[in-house]
């Protein structure tokens, strides 16, 4: 089966700091990419995603990530963090008709 | 347009009731997830339907959860009885799927119904 992982279960910044978080998958074939963003209390929304074509893929909010098909990761990098990033953060994987979510990664910005 | 629209927003429920979340899904979609949420297993998959057919329900977690998509728009998820061991944040998500295709879409997420059973 399909598995995603995050190594990061929480980080902690302050503000302007560089963000990676990691994410790891372990399907070989063709698959979709996904990071999504949940914000205390609201629901999943989508950070930004790959299907296909240039590797570094740039989301919402200044956000982007690297498609690296060797290493099966998908990282998600921001240069520089604010308080409002506060979230915790998951990446997603599907093939066909399947979505694998990571376990998340809490991200804690201190003003 | 409105988006996934789940209810009840919360529920407060003693061992051994019934039940029911209610999810709607976006116009035109026609794939459906339910997830569960708690701290302890994060983000669980728990069955999804593509245009009203269950595709895998491998992640019910036992015979009292099960779920209907009695047509396109609409489905439900029941607990019965439920236990307290039950308590999460239920997440409903829908998806577009090009007919004939291979599914690419993103899920777009309710905001959840947060069930305390106890």
């Known amino acids: 089966a399909q598995s995603v992982s995050q190594h990061n279960h929480h980080v902690i910044l302050s503000e302007a700091a560089s963000l990676e978080l990691g994410c790891n998958y372990s399907?070989?074939?063709?698959?979709?990419l996904f990071w999504y963003v949940q914000y205390p209390g609201q629901h999943l929304q989508l950070l930004l995603k790959y299907f296909s074509g240039d590797p570094l893929v740039k989301g919402i909010k200044g956000f982007e990530a690297e498609f690296i098909k060797s290493k099966f990761s998908f990282n998600l990098r921001k240069p520089s963090v604010q308080w409002s990033d506060t979230a915790e953060y998951f990446c997603?994987?599907?093939?066909?008709?399947?979505?694998?979510f990571g376990s998340g990664t809490k991200l804690n910005v201190k003003p | 347009d409105a988006g996934v629209i789940q209810s009840p927003r919360h529920e407060v429920t003693e061992m051994g009731q019934e039940v029911t979340l209610r999810c709607k899904l976006i116009s035109g979609h026609n794939s459906l997830f339910w997830y569960r949420q708690t701290m302890m297993r994060g983000l669980e998959l728990l069955i999804y339907?593509?245009?009203?057919?269950?595709?895998?329900d491998s992640g019910m977690p036992e015979d009292r959860f099960s779920a209907k998509m009695p047509n396109a728009s609409f489905s439900t998820l029941k607990i019965q009885p439920s236990e307290p061991r039950d308590s999460a944040v239920y997440f409903c998500?829908?998806?577009?799927?090009?007919?004939?295709?291979?599914?690419?879409?993103?899920?777009?997420f309710g905001e959840g119904s947060r069930l305390t059973v106890l």
């Open positions: 997603a994987v599907s093939n066909f008709n399947k979505f694998y």
């Open positions: 339907f593509n245009n009203n057919v269950p595709i895998d």
């Open positions: 399907y070989g074939g063709t698959v979709n």
């Open positions: 998500a829908s998806s577009p799927r090009l007919a004939g295709a291979v599914y690419t879409g993103e899920l777009f």
